[in-house]
């Protein structure tokens, strides 16, 4: 008996120091330069949007933030890293939705999204838009669903490539529509808009930024965004749920998480930091000009967005037959 309370005396106190040394350490937190792993090469959405915010961030938290390029794998390198980091608060994940889409479109993944991860907060969102050469007859998507019934398999969309957010758009899309449009895969917004232009391809599902000025300048048609409201951006141009197509809603976003068991006082502590920095005017007008909407949210709030997302790709990837390339 006496054993026995010496050994629980023992874990006891454990406990207690181990509790003490983690309230110390969110205390001081942070204490040196936080490391954001961006899974994806430089001057891509994801790599511009986490250099808008990491600069007023680093001032918030008063220590410098130290962008870490790691694509690959489309984004799966990167965020295997960041997964398998110590979980002391200064090392950030900031990737985009594609962090939903790839566990289920990779038949095995080095990582679990749901246990490798505790979120931190929303960052942005950039709706996919889905736009048409001029020389295309159909002006909206009413339009578009009654040619591609009168000719299915004819028409084809580009995206920036297999499994990208946009590429789930245009499934779910045709899923939603019951239409028949052949995807083409491309690498990057560029070439996929730069093919849409030339007529090599007739429609294109991309994020805004990178079609917004070509509609802008009456090179392409856009006939909807993908988001479940209507874009800052480009508020003149309807979702796809308001042209008459219930639940195809693709709300693409950037965000942050941690890897798992960071302690919970450093995570409120980096959500109420990029609460502060995204409700900046000047942060604010910086992601608008990528045309990006800055969304922050709570560590609940973006754990319960993923969770759904995740049962909602495995459906569009499911039904579609997408297969990773």
Known sequence: MALARVVALWFVTAMLCATSALAQDAKDYPNKPIRFIVPYPPAGGTDIVARIIGDPLAAVLGQPIVIENRGGAGGNVGTDVAAKSAPDGYTVLFTLSSHTINPKLYEKLPFDVERDFVPISLAALVPQILVANPSMPANNITELIALAKREPGKLNYASVGTGSPAHIAGELFKLKAGIDIVHIP????GPAVTDTLGGQVQLAFVSIPAALQYVKAGKLKALAVTSDKRSLAAPDIPTI??????????????????????PPAIVAKLQAAFAKVLAQPEVKDKLFLQGAEAASSTSAEFDRRIRDELKQWEYVIREAKIKAE
Request: hydrophobic share 35%.
């Open 186 to 189: 491309y690498k990057g917004g």
């Open 241 to 262: 749920v308001e042209s008459g197509v219930p639940d195809c809603v693709v709300n693409s976003w950037y965000g942050a998480l941690a890897p798992a068991k960071t």
